[in-house]
Every structure is written in C-alpha cells, then in structure tokens.
C-alpha cells in the first residue's frame, strides 16, 4: 500500500553564515549541505526512530519534512501527494494531517500564552471558527492526562513532563496521522521519560498514528520505534527493522553508536567499534566514505571511493564497502 509519508532525495542547502552578515563583511559566504540526499518512508500507524550525534541533521530533516527550511530539494509526498509546489490552500489542509513536537518544548511554546490558548492555537491557525475551543482543550488535556485545572497555566509553572505533554496535546489538536516527535524524552529523568513514551505509544494504539522520532537515546529507539534509521553528516549511512539493526548492523557507525550504549542489547551479535576522533565540520567532508577518518575498518578504497547504497534484505540498506556482520547474514 501506499506510504503515509515518502521521502526522496531530500536535500537542505544553510548558509554558514547569515546573508546580512556575509554582505556587510564582504566575504564569500560558504554554504553547508546539512541533509545531502535522504530517501526514507513512514507507513500509517509505524514508527520510525532517527539517530545521529549531534548536528548530523536529524531536526534539518523534520524541518524540511514541514516545509520549514529555506531552501529544499527533492521529493516529499503524503499521502502520494507532492508537497513541493502545492497550492498554499492545499498544503495547508495537509499540514494539518503532520503535526510537529519541537526540540526543546518550553522554548518553543510562547511563554505569555495559557496552557489553554496554546493548545487550541492550532485551530485557530486553520481558521477552525466551528468548534467549541474550551471543550476541545478540555478533551486534549484529558488525552494526554492533565487535569483540566492545567489549562490555566503558564509555560514556566509547568515541570519538564508536563511540557512535554502539552507538547503532545498541542500535536494531537488537529487529529494528524502523522506526528514527528524531535527529542521528546530530552532532559527528562527517566521516569518522565517512560511516561512521556508510554504516553506516546498509548496514543499510536488508540489513534493508528505514525510517528517519527528523533532522539539521541538508543534505548527509546530500541523499544519504540518499528524502523530504525541512522545519519552521519546529513546523509542516511543505514536504516531496517529496528531488531535488525540493533542485533546485527552492517554499518560500522551504527555499530559504533550501539557499542557506546551503556546499556546495550543482550542479543546482540556485532563487533564492539570504538569511534575514533571527532565529527568533521560540514565545510570540509572527508573524500570517499565521509566516516573513513573515523572507522576501524577503513581501507583505501574508503578514501577514494564512496560507498554505494547497498540493499540487504526487506527494508534493510546501508552504505559500506566493508560491511559488518556478514556471516550473520549469509546465514540467514
Ligand atoms: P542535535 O542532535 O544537536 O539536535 P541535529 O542532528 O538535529 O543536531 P540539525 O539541527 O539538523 O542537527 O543541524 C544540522 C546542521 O545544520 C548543523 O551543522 C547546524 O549547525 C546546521 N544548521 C541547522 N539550522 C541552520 C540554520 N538555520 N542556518 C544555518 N545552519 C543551520
Ligand atoms: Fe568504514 Fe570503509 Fe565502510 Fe566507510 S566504507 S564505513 S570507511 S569500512
Ligand atoms: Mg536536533
């Protein structure tokens, strides 16, 4: 059947530094590719988990996704339908359908909005005059399990959980199939971060949702997340089942990234991959296969070539000339 979400070739072109600043100093103002050709998709009712270190581009992705970037290329569809170039009417009907839980929650809700206004702002961001705004916070704070009291509040009375819950209640105001969550456990203690995914994984049942998440937390993703993919310098290096990933990754980063999870999966069948320097800077990617500076495997040819995408079986792809795991796989 057709994907809820298909993502194809996607690019997003920053300038490293803000126009104004490069024209008043006269300096030629580089630019930097932070998502260089992702291609990826999201079944209704599937969650799909993103992981990279930090600045690989991951919210550049949900961003662009919601139309939010400058400049984009390639290819998004909902629904089958292509959101480049579509009717401002249009896409915003549609927009209704993907909702957007931000990277830092209290920073991205207006502090001088009630619990309340902030909720219900999406109807009246779609010009919804039909329905009854107290009722509608009401059963959305019910949703998400605030006490209706809460709809009176201020950003700043409320604890990191509780953001993140309104976050939630604000994505769900619009019914949307789609729901891209950017690290929604960020800075929680763990606890609220189980309430939060729990909340998370309740509302997919209930509602058939499909949700994307960011998150650097390997954990979250394991238990989760359906698909997992994961992105090095702006670009997907592997992305399968999220089982297949974790107990048998091809990808030397990825395997690196589970070797670094201090609590990692006892089923898993990979090498230990020690990470070796840091990330390079956007503005000077390395030759070839742009993780060869920092992988235990690398040989000439990672230098000199990059890596084709490779398919490995169902959604199951990476990019390595020498990937990992490959008794594991022969066998299967
Ligand atoms: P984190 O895990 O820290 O949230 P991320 O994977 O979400 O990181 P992005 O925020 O997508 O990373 O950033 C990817 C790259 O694009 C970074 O180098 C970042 O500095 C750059 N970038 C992001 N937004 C802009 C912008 N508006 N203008 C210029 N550069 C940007
Ligand atoms: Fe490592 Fe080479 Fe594979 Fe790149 S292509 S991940 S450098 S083995
Ligand atoms: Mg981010």
Do not use: W
Not at 15 to 23: D, F, N, P
Not at 41 to 66: D, F, H, P, Q, Y
Not at 222 to 237: E, K, N, S
Not at 247 to 264: F, G, K, Q, V
């Amino acid at each position: 059947s057709e994907p809820l979400l298909s993502v194809e070739d996607l690019r997003v072109r920053f300038r490293s530094l803000g126009t104004v600043r490069a024209l008043v100093r006269g300096v030629h103002d580089p630019f930097i590719d932070a998502v260089c050709g992702v291609s990826f998709e999201v079944r209704a009712g599937e969650t799909l988990g993103l992981v990279g270190e930090s600045g690989s581009g991951k919210s550049t992705v949900a961003r662009a996704i919601m139309g939010l970037t400058p400049s984009q290329e390639g290819s998004v569809r909902f629904e089958g339908r292509e959101l480049r170039g579509m009717a401002a009417r249009e896409l915003r009907a549609l927009r209704a359908d993907m909702a957007m839980m931000f990277q830092d929650p209290v920073g991205s809700l207006s502090p001088r909005l009630t619990v309340r206004a902030l909720i219900t702002e999406p109807f009246r961001i779609h010009g919804r005059t039909d329905v009854d705004l107290d009722a509608e916070a009401d059963r959305l704070l019910q949703m998400v399990g605030l006490t209706p009291d809460f709809g009176g509040r201020f950003p700043h009375q409320l604890s990191g959980g509780q953001a993140r819950r309104v976050g939630v209640a604000r994505a769900l105001a619009l019914n949307p199939k789609l729901i891209i969550a950017d690290e929604p456990t960020a800075g929680l203690d763990v606890s609220v971060q189980g309430e939060v995914l729990n909340l998370l994984a309740h509302l997919q049942q209930e509602l058939g949702l499909a949700i994307l998440i960011i998150t650097h937390n390997l954990n979250v993703v394991r238990h989760v997340t359906d698909r997992t993919a994961i992105m090095y310098l702006g670009r997907f290096v592997e992305q399968g089942e999220t089982e297949t990933i974790f107990r048998a990754p091809r990808h030397p980063y990825t395997a690196a990234l589970l070797s670094a999870n201090p609590e990692p999966d006892p089923d898993a069948e990979h090498a230990r991959v020690e990470l070796q320097g840091e990330v390079p800077s956007l503005m000077n990617r390395p030759s070839g296969c742009e993780f060869h500076p920092r992988c235990p495997y690398a040989q000439d040819r990672c230098a000199r070539t990059a890596p084709p995408l490779t398919e490995a079986g169902g959604a199951h792809r990476y990019t390595c000339h020498f990937p990992l795991n490959a008794e594991a796989m022969a066998a299967e």
